[in-house]
């Protein structure tokens, strides 16, 4: 951690965040570009503790093949962006960060696989390693997807390899890369901004370690980048419905991914299985979906900022509970409200939701995974009380607030390119990014 005083000098670009997206900004911005004065801060000790930590996400690199909540449009796009974090596991990252594993979508019942066989013959061409299973097909794999299962039961999986990630190894990879540019960045832990202010032409930044100054700054602190774009007057239309997700565990069930059919309408990921990253004897099913008033996991200090961005006036409450009522939403977050309830709930989401995976599962054999499972923010727009699905990016004057639910993690390095061209644009005056070389090395 540097302790300089820096406080007469003026960063080329602060980022606010050291999640997995802002530091792919950092290590981009210091290795391809051409900025000589770059700073991160981060309000933990560690990086990535928060959504990008391996305990809160699916550890799922999604490439768009067995996203069955995906278009084809939606999925190329993916499938092109996560291959330059695939391309970065592969020669920059530390053993341990990823792990090769095969993964599948399973459809269940005449209406799924009817549905998944079609889906098929769309995406074949564009995933041509995908491959249709079926019964004893999906035993040789899976075998306890087949065990103790009616066989009159329709079913049907495509499967293809793909990678477990610890988003967290790879954010400290990225602070480390960075280090070695030929102008190393600053990294500053423990160190929570709290206010950001526009005064001429730079902005300054008071922090837990002092105040600061930049030309160009990106805030990449999860839903909390809303909280600052409100701040200065920008994303007045959006808000945030924090979707938090629980995740079960159960011994040596599973030797990849799996991942259920999305329900129609649904717009979050539907519930999967699959072997923990660090300990592959351990199968997390989930995550479960129940709306909460916080922006970060455990920390209920931030309902503060969930009532300031997305509840502090009629038209931003009238949205939340006009989108939570949607039928289906509200029919499944209902469901889910069961899952909670001491001593039947993990018997119910057992017999309700994994078993459809696993038919012979148990709930003896399964346990709740206590404080594991981020927050999912989906960014509401106000106004035409819908979703924004996707990343929600907010610009404003040489900053930008970037709000990133899945698969924000295995895009990160497609957004962090564009996120740098866009500071380089802000800056002018000889900034330069060097895509060719980021492409060379990454695409
Ligand atoms: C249940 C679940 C499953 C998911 N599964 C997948 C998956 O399988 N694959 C995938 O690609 N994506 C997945 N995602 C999405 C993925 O986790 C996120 O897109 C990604 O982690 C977002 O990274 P981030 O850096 O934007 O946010 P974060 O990781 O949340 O980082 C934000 C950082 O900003 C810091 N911060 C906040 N406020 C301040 C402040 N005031 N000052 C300084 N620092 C601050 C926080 O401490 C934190 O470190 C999942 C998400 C959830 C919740």
């Known amino acids: 951690m540097t302790e300089k005083n820096f406080q007469k000098d003026i960063y080329d670009l602060i980022i606010v965040g050291g999640g997995i997206v802002g530091t792919a900004i950092l290590f981009v911005a210091s290795r391809y570009a051409n900025l000589r004065r770059i700073a991160l801060f981060e309000k933990n000790e560690n990086f990535a503790e928060v959504n990008s930590n391996r305990g809160n996400n699916s550890q799922t690199l999604h490439t768009g093949d067995i996203e069955t909540n995906y278009t084809l449009e939606k999925a190329r796009q993916v499938k092109a962006e996560a291959r330059l974090l695939e391309n970065y596991l592969l020669r920059f990252a530390p053993p341990g960060a990823f792990r090769k594993m095969q993964k599948m979508v399973l459809a269940v019942g005449a209406r799924e696989t009817e549905a998944l066989e079609k889906r098929f013959e769309i995406f074949k061409n564009d995933y041509p390693d995908l491959r249709m299973l079926c019964g004893r097909e999906i035993e040789v794999v899976e075998p306890k997807l087949i065990e103790g299962r009616d066989s009159g039961e329709p079913l049907l999986a495509l499967a293809a390899e793909g990678y477990a990630v610890d988003f967290g190894a790879v954010a400290v990879s990225f602070v480390q890369q960075s280090k070695q540019a030929n102008y190393p960045p600053d990294i500053f832990l423990n160190a929570g901004i709290s206010n950001i202010k526009r005064t001429d032409d730079v902005y300054e930044i008071k922090t837990s370690r002092g105040r600061f100054f930049a030309k160009t700054i990106v805030v990449a602190a999860g839903p909390q980048s809303l909280v600052f774009a409100k701040q200065l007057g920008y994303g007045k239309n959006f808000g945030i419905l924090p979707v938090a997700g629980n995740f079960y565990g159960a011994k040596n069930i599973l030797r990849g991914k799996v991942y259920m059919m999305q329900i129609p309408g649904m717009p979050f990921a539907a519930i999967h299985g699959d072997p923990d990253i660090n300990n592959p004897s351990e199968t997390r099913f989930g995550p479960t979906i ?154």
């Open 290 to 443: 129940r709306v909460l008033p916080v922006l970060e996991r455990h920390r209920y200090r931030t309902m503060k900022g969930f009532l300031r961005t997305s509840a502090w006036n009629l038209s931003g409450i009238t949205s939340l509970i006009y989108i939570t009522f949607n039928p289906v939403i509200f029919r499944y977050a209902l469901k889910n409200l069961f899952y909670d309830i001491p001593f039947v709930g993990k018997s119910l989401f057992v017999r309700w939701e994994l078993q459809k995976i696993v038919p012979l599962l148990r709930p003896s054999d399964v346990a709740f995974l206590r404080g594991k499972g981020g927050i999912r923010p989906q960014v509401v727009n106000i106004e035409k009380r819908e979703l924004e699905l996707g990343e929600a990016e907010i610009m404003g004057k040489n900053i930008i607030f970037s709000v990133t639910p899945s698969p924000g993690a295995s895009v990160c390095l497609a957004y962090a390119g564009n996120a740098v061209q866009k500071i380089v644009d802000f800056l002018g005056n000889g900034a330069q990014f060097d895509r060719r070389s980021f492409e060379k090395d990454l695409a």
